[in-house]
């Protein structure tokens, strides 16, 4: 079942997703050569709290961290380490959640360290870019292979590769709920959009081919052929008037 939100439970959607990108704006801002990411998973944790929701990744499948830091061609799912220390020049992707009254939010991004090489400036521009293609995509009387679609058709078109062992999924009562919303896909299959739909689409995209594997630490997914890849994340509502993204790290009023 794909759960449809009242407009009391997206108005708790907005609360939670808006303290999600804060976290992720936090973290963004914080990226300097030095930083471990276990300095910015505790970042993302004070600004989650600080803001009277729990990070809903903490604990999640037995997750360590609050947030998922995924250096270079680490793809997602990297564990906050004292002993990783991001460098100039490294391409940084978090990924941040939060719960609050029930409702959870989740986004992610990819940020520079510095001056990157022009490769990796265009891997992240085109991933940000296909995530927008996305989210235009994601209207009433769509399908979610239609925003599958238009991912892929972009990133394709720019020489990179969508990601397919992971995919965007519904989020709301639960950080995952039906349906999955794949980066790749066939325009007009899959489950009709309605409004009050909440997705999260994320596009994963590898610089080289598509392929992953996971580490022996059990969580951190990599390139398989040591390509970089970028990760952009918003949760948006399926609206009559078109997609909402509910990801905004706008300041309480
Ligand atoms: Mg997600």
């Known amino acids: 079942m794909i759960s449809v939100k009242t407009a009391h439970e997206l108005e ?25 990411t276990a300095d910015i998973d505790k970042i993302v944790y004070d600004t ?30 990297g ?10 020049g490294d391409i940084v992707s978090v990924d941040t959640g939060a719960v609050i009254g029930g409702f959870h939010g989740d986004n992610a991004a990819t940020f520079a360290c510095g001056k990157v090489d022009s490769e990796a400036q265009r891997l992240m521009d085109v991933t940000r870019e296909s995530l927008y293609k996305g989210i235009a995509a994601a209207v009433v009387g769509s399908r979610v292979g239609d925003i599958s679609a238009a991912v892929q058709a972009w990133v394709e078109q720019n020489g990179f590769s969508v990601v397919r ?20 896909g ?3 299959r899959g489950p009709r959009l309605v409004g009050g739909m909440t997705l999260a689409i994320e596009p994963m995209v590898n610089q080289k081919g598509y392929g992953v594997k996971t580490l022996s630490d059990e969580w951190t997914v990599v390139t398989a052929d040591g390509g970089l890849s970028a990760h952009f994340e918003h949760t948006i ?15 309480e009023a």
Do not use: W
């Open 186 to 188: 066939t325009a007009g």
């Open 165 to 184: 062992s992971f995919v965007g999924h519904g989020v709301g009562k639960k950080l995952h709920e039906e349906p999955e919303v794949p980066n790749f």
């Open 12 to 36: 708790q959607m907005r609360v939670a997703c808006r303290i999600s990108a804060l976290a992720l704006k936090a973290a963004g801002e914080a990226i300097e050569a030095g930083i471990t």
């Open 48 to 77: 989650i709290i600080r803001h009277g929701a729990k990070p809903n990744f903490k604990g999640l499948y037995g997750f360590p961290g609050s947030a998922c830091i995924s250096v270079n061609d680490q793809v997602i799912h």
């Open 79 to 88: 564990i906050p380490s004292k002993k990783v220390v991001i460098r100039p």
């Open 237 to 251: 509502a399926i609206t009559a008037n078109g997609p909402e993204i509910l990801t905004v790290a706008k300041e």
